[in-house]
């Protein structure tokens, strides 16, 4: 009979404060020629036998210390066998061959693909004795074992992440996390087939992770007193506080995001030439939005130079379709139409006529319950669409003019 060997996968989780240290090694280059630097966050880890999953927490960059142009990760892996062995439960002797097959990896945010290094390591042959009857023992004839037999001996693997939509990420004051894992296990061939196995596997690893940095005084964050407030159900209002800077070109570019981590801005607002400007902007939820939002906002200079601010969070529920009556409806040929507690904001009526032609459009700011007489028009069939200009969702109805 033929054993199946044993596998040890035990999840465990690590969570690592990296060591600061100030390198001379830069990747990007910075605006206006001022020298760009680097942050290393590196540390070293012994990872105990059968442990084969670790999670590693790296600070983020201070979104108010300056721009991070590019996150090169390192992992350099010295793999250690703690034990391989196997054992003959046949009768007769028998010769073995053990294939150890092993790969490290790491994933996280902003790599492409994984960190991966594999290795594939033959031991033997082994000549078996027959069974001694005892099993588990671990001597005798019958058994062979390798112990703490180090297989890669500080293998570097390294990958830098340059993409701006991937660098958003690494801005804040919490961490974010990657995975280190270790798959090993035994490949065992045995001439007659019957045999227990085992195996063991640890590793030294150090990691890397350099952030390449413009300083902060190369140009201001001129942005303060950054607020959102539920202006309503499904809409947030952003308030910001500038200080005008004549000597650079720069927008801002409000951000949602719905996990605290992937952002995408939601407009643009240009920079306010007045001085100690006040900024605002309203974001309102498609019908498809509700829960937790995360808010930030993003400064874009001429020269792709970006800073961010802090992130706010709140809660709003789903936006629904503008709803509105027509007014007399048939009509005589007057247009109108009634809102009931609508709340409020700039719409656009379009109206069309049985062959699909525009012939009319008109914006209406609403507010509250409201009427309003938009148009007068000849006999026909007509179909009326109202739009709200910011959330961009519509309705249409149906008009008969007598």
């Known amino acids: 009979m033929k054993y199946i060997y044993s596998k040890f996968f035990i999840v465990f989780s690590l969570f690592v404060t990296m ?28 990872t105990p036998p059968g442990i084969n999953i670790l999670q590693i927490k790296v600070p983020q960059a201070d979104p108010m210390a300056g721009m991070v142009t590019c996150l090169r990760v390192c992992i350099s892996i010295t793999g250690v066998v703690d034990s391989v062995s196997v054992e ?50 671990g001597s ?22 340059t993409n701006l939509d991937s660098l ?29 196995s085992t195996v063991a596997t640890s590793a030294i690893v150090r990691f890397e992770f350099e952030y390449c940095t413009c300083p902060g005084y190369i140009l201001p964050l001129n942005l303060r007193n950054f607020m959102v407030t539920k202006a ?23 951000q949602i995001s719905q996990d605290g981590i992937h952002f995408s801005s939601v407009g643009t607002v240009p920079k306010n030439a007045s001085v100690n400007d006040m900024y605002d902007f309203t974001y309102t939820t498609r019908q498809d939005e509700s829960g937790e939002f995360f808010f930030r906002v993003k400064q874009v200079y001429a020269n ?30 007057i247009v109108g139409i009634k809102f009931d507690n609508n709340e409020g904001g700039k719409m656009m009526l ?17 507010s509250g319950t ?15 669409r109202l739009t709200d200009v910011t959330s961009q969702l519509s309705g249409v109805n149906q008009l008969f003019i007598k």
């Open 19 to 46: 060591q600061l240290l100030n390198l001379t090694t830069t990747y990007a280059q910075c605006p206006y020629g001022f020298p760009p630097g680097s942050t290393l966050f590196d540390t070293t880890i012994n």
């Open 88 to 137: 003959n439960n046949s009768a007769s002797s028998q010769t073995a061959d053990v294939y150890y097959i092993r790969t490290d990896q790491v994933t996280g945010p902003g790599l492409s693909s994984p960190l991966t290094n594999s290795i594939n390591h033959h031991y033997g042959p082994y000549n078996l004795g027959p069974s001694d009857g005892i099993l588990g023992i």
């Open 140 to 161: 005798g004839p019958d058994f062979v074992a390798i112990s703490k037999d180090t297989l890669l001996n500080a293998v570097t693997v390294c990958q830098t992440i």
């Open 168 to 196: 958003f990420q690494f801005y804040g004051h919490d961490s974010i996390t990657y995975n280190y894992s270790i798959t090993a296990f035994t490949n065992v061939t045995c001439t007659g087939g019957n045999y227990n």
């Open 232 to 254: 309503a159900d499904n809409k947030a209002k952003l308030n910001w506080a500038g200080f005008n800077d004549p000597g650079y070109s720069y927008h801002y570019e409000p």
């Open 304 to 333: 792709g130079y970006t800073r961010f601010s802090d992130v706010k969070q709140v809660t709003l529920k789903n936006s629904l379709t503008p709803k509105f009556i027509i007014s007399p409806n048939p009509s005589n040929g």
């Open 350 to 366: 379009e109206i069309f006529n049985v062959q699909g032609q525009k012939v009319m459009q008109k914006e209406i700011v609403v």
């Open 370 to 384: 409201s009427y309003h007489q938009v148009a007068t028009l000849q006999s026909g069939v007509y179909w009326l």
